[in-house]
């Protein structure tokens, strides 16, 4: 399998915060594999019989529309974006109205041009 070019990652990274900022989630799950795997620890504390992991575009498509309807304001800041081999290290805040800004670090792994899973850390 070909490495995808640090250029590539990084597009793909950028058009993901746009997407997720504008809260277009059609737009956002076109950036995944169907089946792409994803990891959250935010994932763990509201839906627990997950273990904090969900598989496919369905599964996100429910995690991303309960988000954005309960967290309206949601926005992620981007502070840097770090390409190595099919990955991208994403480093960003997240701010919502009302709440203590959160840093969070999140990988995204990437393959044929689409994302085959993510990876959320924060405390």
Do not use: C
Not at 18 to 47: C, G, T, V, W
Not at 59 to 80: H, V
Request: charged share 25%; hydrophobic share 40%.
């Amino acid at each position: 399998m070909k490495q995808p070019s640090a250029k590539l990652l990084i597009s793909i990274s950028n058009l993901w915060f746009d997407y997720f900022n504008s809260h277009d989630l059609e737009q956002l799950l076109s950036l995944y594999h169907d089946e792409a795997l994803h990891y959250s620890p935010k994932l763990k504390i509201r839906m627990p019989e997950t273990s904090g992991l969900i598989k496919g575009k369905a599964a996100l498509r429910e995690w991303w529309k309960d988000s954005f309807s309960r967290l309206p304001s949601l926005q992620y800041e981007m502070l840097r974006l770090t390409p190595f081999e099919n990955r991208v290290f994403m480093e960003y805040i997240r701010h919502v109205d009302g709440e203590d800004d959160l840093q969070v670090g999140e990988v995204l792994e990437v393959e044929n041009g689409l994302i085959v899973a993510s990876r959320v850390y924060h405390s």
